[in-house]
C-alpha cells in the first residue's frame, strides 16, 4: 500500500524558514516523481513544485520561486521542501504527492503550515 | 498561471447526472490531453478519480467519466449517490512544464 506522511508543519513567524519532510513507503520511491501541492484555508488546490526522480530537474510555481527548494533522499525515501522568507499568504496544508507522466496518483494527509506573527 | 475555471458548486439528486466543467487556455486544457480529476471529502486528502482526460484508476466506480472539448474538460457523475458529496477538482500540464488546478467544485446530494 502507498503511503506518504507529511512532518514538519507548525506556527512560524514571517521572514522565518522551516523544512517540510515527507516519509514514502509501498512504491518504488527512487523511480518517482515527486510534488507538493498546498491548499490555503478554505481554498483550492495549488501546485508548487515537481521533482524528477533523481532530484536532477526542480521546477516551481512562480509565487515560490527563489523561496522554496524542494529536494530528496532516495536512500532513505523522503522528499523535502525547504522553505524560506515565509509571508502569510504561505499559510496552508502541504501535501506531497507521487506523481505518474501528468497525474497525482497518491496523497498524503497534508501537514498544516501557518504563518503568523 | 491562472487558476482553471470550475463551477463552485453544482447539485443533484440521487440517481440523477452532473456534470462539472473545467475551462482552461490554449496552454493547459486545449494543449494536452493531460487533464485529470480529484475527489476531496472535507477534511481528507485529493484521490485521482480520472487522468489524461477520460481514463479511470482502479477502484473508481464506472459512474465517473471524464471528457474533453477544445479549452474544456468536464467531469460526469451518473447516478449520484450520497457518498459522491465532496469537492472536486481539475488539473492539467501546462506548455510551462508546471502544473494548474481549477478552483474547485462542491458536489451537494440533494
Known amino acids: 500500500e502507498v503511503q506518504l506522511v507529511e512532518s514538519g508543519g507548525g506556527l512560524f513567524q514571517p521572514g522565518g524558514s522551516l523544512r517540510l519532510s515527507c516519509a514514502a513507503s509501498g512504491f518504488t520511491f527512487s523511480s518517482s516523481w515527486m510534488h507538493w501541492v498546498r491548499q490555503g484555508p478554505g481554498k483550492g488546490l495549488v501546485w508548487v513544485s515537481r521533482?524528477?526522480?533523481?532530484?536532477?530537474?526542480?521546477i516551481y510555481a512562480d509565487s515560490v520561486k527563489g523561496r522554496f527548494t524542494i529536494s530528496r533522499d532516495n536512500a532513505k525515501n523522503m522528499l523535502f521542501l525547504q522553505m524560506s522568507s515565509l509571508g502569510v499568504e504561505d499559510t496552508a496544508v502541504y501535501y506531497c504527492?507521487?506523481?505518474?507522466?501528468?497525474?497525482?496518483?497518491?496523497w498524503g494527509q497534508g501537514t498544516l503550515v501557518t504563518v503568523s506573527s | 498561471q491562472s487558476a482553471l475555471t470550475q463551477p463552485p458548486s453544482v447539485s443533484g439528486s440521487p440517481g440523477q447526472s452532473v456534470t462539472i466543467s473545467c475551462t482552461g487556455t490554449?496552454?493547459?486544457?486545449?494543449?494536452?490531453?493531460?487533464v485529470s480529476w480529484y475527489q476531496q471529502p472535507p477534511g481528507t486528502a485529493p484521490k485521482l478519480m480520472i487522468y489524461e482526460v477520460t481514463s479511470r484508476p482502479s477502484g473508481v466506480p464506472d459512474r465517473f467519466s471524464g471528457s474533453k472539448s477544445d479549452n474544456t474538460a468536464s467531469l460526469t457523475i451518473s447516478g449520484l449517490q450520497a457518498e459522491d458529496e465532496a469537492d472536486y477538482y481539475c488539473s492539467s500540464y501546462t506548455t510551462n512544464t508546471t502544473w494548474v488546478f481549477g478552483g474547485g467544485t462542491k458536489v451537494t446530494v440533494l
Open positions: 504527492a507521487r506523481g505518474s507522466g501528468s497525474y497525482f496518483t497518491s
Open positions: 521533482l524528477n526522480s533523481d532530484g536532477s530537474n526542480t
Open positions: 490554449s496552454s493547459d486544457v486545449g494543449r494536452y490531453n493531460r
